[in-house]
């Protein structure tokens, strides 16, 4: 079970981290050329991009669920 819970936390700081790093190449395009074009022609690539993109806010959403409940039990 460790290893299950070793790879969802590895798979979701991957995701988060990916999505933040992509983040900023999307907005380094936007500061130098003043827009931004994605042109993904594969779908099995943009549907895996998808399924990453909904994983981390599903992990970013748990992580911060699971941070507010330490916050809660140390207050009480």
């Excluded at 500061?31 to 998808?50: H, R, S």
């Excluded at 806010?57 to 748990?62: C, E, F, H, K, R």
Aim: proline share 1%; charged share 15%.
């Amino acid at each position: 079970m460790k290893k299950v819970w070793l790879l969802f936390h590895s798979f979701g700081i991957g995701c988060l981290s990916a999505s933040v790093f992509l983040q900023a190449l999307v907005f380094w395009s936007i500061y130098t050329d003043g827009k931004f074009i994605a042109k993904e022609q594969n779908p099995v690539i943009l549907m895996f991009e998808v399924f990453m993109t909904a994983f981390a806010a599903i992990y970013l959403v748990y992580i911060l669920y699971e941070r507010a409940q330490q916050v809660i039990t140390k207050s009480l």
